[in-house]
């Protein structure tokens, strides 16, 4: 290790004096450790929230509600008010100059700017 | 204003006695811990695990939080980036949280000495961060005693009415009604966020600690201010300068090499006086090229003298000859044909650029417009017909690391599409006119050679700054600028607008609306109280304007003349700290607290069971 990393102390010490078992230990080199641990949505899906009392609140019926107010159009390129849609390619635009970017788009972006509106179509 | 984190390794762990519970406070975006009844925390880090593998061993290392850059390259950091124990506000990486948190106490000077094994009480209790912000705030006297509290997190915000329960007999928890916390999930580009019901317990070792879910301001970044503006008209009066300078000059030279042209003439007119008399008038007529092709002309004659004689005088030898002489002749005088038309296109466009340099030499600037605006014309339509061509082809494998908005990074993925397209292109010139492609390398070269600050479209930055919404801002080339104009509001406007993202929830202030209303008992004047006192704490409150906003919101939805106060927190980043740092160090928490025997013993759903309630 160079002498500043190792003066910056800024990776994490393999033994710890304070623990049980390290690591290390717990974590043998080579095994594939990510994979056990659940997801959020696993972890809801394990829940079984129909158990619990109907009262009480617990992480799934805190949910807010969907909105009552009509969905504000903006333009999926500049940000500004967008009353048009194209239709081929489900992007909302602005105005005239914003349709020409469009339409000059390769698939790839258009898809990742759908996505950030999660109104992309994603193949399973 | 940027966050910056705090981890010296402390030195008096053992100062303090084993009683003494360590406080920590787990958010997605920074991980807060210090000894209970101080004000601040001790450490500060963010809230992620990073491990990469070191350059010269090999052997993979994990650094915890943010380091330093500038270190970080003895390290190969592309095998994975910086790793959260969260998703989405709940922890469910636990080996991440193991090394977070063994990185926290072992810069809390935490070490293996004798009142360790004591230290492993295992007593632990839980709180909510909204409700202890709210409680040491009301202890400054910034709140009143019911209240709402909305807290906005990294990636959820809560709204929990809090209403003082008069009978104070008991000292447990007491929720509020049904304390109903409502959850609105906003994405933005940082991580974190608040949980209720944390089910951290399950690891090997813990420690006397107080769990609590924190938050962290995002740091919004400025546009260009006043001194950029000012800095950027100099440096175009200086342009606009240097370019009447460079007219000056070039106009002198052009005016000694007509000069020098004139002379040259006149001396070949002196000249020819004395070869050819004769030629004069043609060559008069003609210029210097005429000269030549009438000395041409003569031999062309003497070359061919078979030509001009009809078929039948010739023997057939001689008619073969005649034939290639024929030949012979059509093809020099094609050469020079071409040679004529080519001379006269020379003329022509000197012609138009000495027009050009005249409307130059009058007004540089405006003439610098007009031919940027032909360049972008020409690129543009340039560009789209090359993008047409490889539509839908691969994409060349970049993809934007965060999942940002801003065009900026845009940039580099444009830049290299731009690089591709043009070696692409270079060899393949099947479709589209060509002529358009050189204009537009014509006119970039003479722009090249004109405007010094020129540059060619693919290395330049986006739109110019502007602060106002809905006025499209023209394209300039001036600088190269990240420019942050519309994203500012927009990001934080999710809060607000969940539908921008494409989440189908409801904002922040219509979720207090819906959270009074699911308030279950109609006391009287209750709604009024909450109302009367909102309180806004966590990272994402932060937001200027964030309080008037919300005002607004929650008046729209109130009758009308409704009582509306929204207060902040003194701090909104470490008061959930501080409250429970408070609440740890005070008599009854060691009575509040369960053991991980309890845990082991009666299992999770006793853990769900076990009434959190909130007494203030």
Redesign the interface.
């Known amino acids: 290790?160079?002498a500043?990393?190792v003066e910056?102390?800024?990776?994490?010490?393999t033994h710890?004096?304070?623990?049980?078992?390290q690591?290390y230990e717990?974590?043998p080199k080579g095994q594939s450790?990510?994979r056990h641990?659940?997801?959020?949505k696993q972890?809801l899906q394990a829940e079984n929230f129909q158990n619990?009392r109907p009262?009480?609140?617990?992480?799934v019926n805190?949910?807010?509600?969907?909105?009552?107010?009509p969905?504000?159009r903006?333009c999926d390129i500049?940000?500004?008010?967008a009353p048009y849609f194209d239709p081929r390619t489900n992007l909302r635009y602005?105005?005239a100059?914003v349709f020409?970017i469009i339409?000059?788009?390769?698939?790839?972006?258009v898809q990742?700017y759908l996505a950030?509106?999660?109104?992309a179509v994603v193949l399973k | 204003m940027p966050f910056i984190s705090r981890t010296i390794r402390q030195s008096d762990y053992s100062r303090f006695p084993s009683t003494c519970p360590i406080v920590i406070d787990n958010g997605g975006s920074y991980f807060r811990i210090g000894w209970a009844g101080e004000t601040d925390p001790r450490l500060v880090f963010r809230n992620i695990v990073l491990r990469p593998r070191h350059k010269t061993t090999g052997e993979t290392v994990t650094i915890v939080g943010d380091q330093d850059p500038t270190l970080l390259r003895y390290f190969d950091c592309t095998r994975s980036g910086p790793r959260s124990a969260f998703d989405n506000n709940v922890v469910y990486q636990f080996e991440i949280m193991e090394y977070i948190l063994d990185f926290g106490f072992d810069r809390m000077g935490v070490d293996g000495s004798q009142c360790m094994p004591s230290f492993f009480l295992e007593i632990t209790a839980f709180g909510v961060d909204a409700a202890f912000s709210y409680k040491y705030n009301q202890q400054l006297g910034v709140c009143d005693k019911d209240g709402l509290a909305i807290c906005s997190g990294f990636a959820t915000s809560h709204v929990i009415p809090i209403k003082v329960d008069h009978e104070i007999s008991r000292f447990t928890w007491e929720k509020v009604e049904d304390l109903k916390m409502e959850h609105c999930y906003i994405a933005p580009d940082y991580a974190s966020e608040v949980r209720l019901f944390q089910k951290g317990t399950k690891e090997a070792k813990e420690k006397t600690r107080c769990w609590q879910l924190p938050w962290v301001p995002p740091p919004t970044e400025e546009p260009p201010s006043e001194d950029e503006i000012a800095r950027k008209a100099a440096i175009k009066e200086r342009q606009g300068q240097r370019l009447r300078e460079m007219a000056e000059a070039k106009r002198s030279s052009r005016i000694n090499e007509l000069e020098n042209q004139l002379q040259g003439f006149e001396f070949l007119l002196q000249q020819l006086a004395y070869v050819q008399e004769s030629d004069v008038p043609s060559f008069l007529a003609k210029g210097e090229q005429v000269e030549s092709e009438s000395k041409a002309d003569p031999s062309t004659t003497e070359k061919f003298p078979l030509v001009n004689i009809p078929d039948e005088m010739l023997t057939p030898e001689q008619l073969k000859e005649k034939r290639k002489q024929l030949f012979l002749k059509t093809t020099t005088e094609g050469r020079q044909r071409a040679k004529q038309k080519r001379f006269e296109e020379e003329m022509e466009r000197e012609r138009q650029n000495q027009q050009d340099e005249e409307k130059r030499l009058e007004n540089p600037e405006l003439y610098l417009e007009q031919l940027r605006a032909k360049y972008k014309e020409l690129s543009e339509k340039v560009e789209q017909r090359k993008c047409l061509k490889i539509n839908g082809g691969s994409t060349n494998g970049n993809h934007n690391v965060s999942g940002g908005v801003g065009r900026g990074e845009r940039l580099n993925a444009a830049q290299n599409e731009r690089m591709r397209l043009l070696t692409t292109a270079a060899f393949d010139r099947g479709k589209g006119p060509d002529e358009d492609e050189a204009e537009l390398a014509r006119v970039t070269s003479r722009l090249q050679d004109i405007d010094p600050k020129f540059v060619p479209k693919s290395e330049l930055g986006p739109l110019q700054s502007s602060t106002e919404v809905p006025w499209l801002r023209p394209m300039t080339k001036e600088d190269f600028q990240i420019v942050l104009g519309v994203e500012r509001f927009r990001c934080p406007e999710i809060l607000f607008q969940p539908n921008l993202i494409g989440i189908n929830q409801a904002g922040l202030d219509e979720m207090v609306g819906v959270s009074l209303r699911r308030l279950p008992s109609k006391v009287e004047g209750l709604e009024e109280r909450l109302t009367s006192n909102v309180f806004l704490t966590g990272g994402s409150s932060l937001y200027p304007g964030m309080s008037e906003r919300l005002e607004a919101g929650i008046r729209m939805i109130r009758p009308c003349g409704s009582p509306i106060k929204i207060v902040k927190a003194y701090d909104p980043v470490f008061d959930a700290w501080r409250a429970a740092a408070a609440y740890a160090a005070s008599l009854q928490f060691p009575q509040q607290t369960f053991t991980r025997m309890d845990y082991y013993e009666k299992g999770e759903d006793w853990l769900h069971r076990y009434q959190f309630k909130y007494s203030l």
Do not use: Q
Not at chain 1, 62 to 69: A, F, G, L, N, Y
Not at chain 1, 78 to 81: F, L
Not at chain 1, 116 to 119: C, E, H, P, T, Y
């Open positions: 290790m160079e500043e990393v910056s102390e800024m990776v994490l010490p710890l004096r304070f623990k049980r078992i690591m717990k974590y450790r990510g641990w659940k997801h959020l972890i619990y009262n009480e609140p617990h992480y805190i949910e807010s509600p969907p909105s009552m107010h969905c504000k903006i500049t940000g500004y008010e602005a105005n100059e020409k339409r000059s788009l390769p698939n790839d972006y990742r950030l509106r999660n109104a």
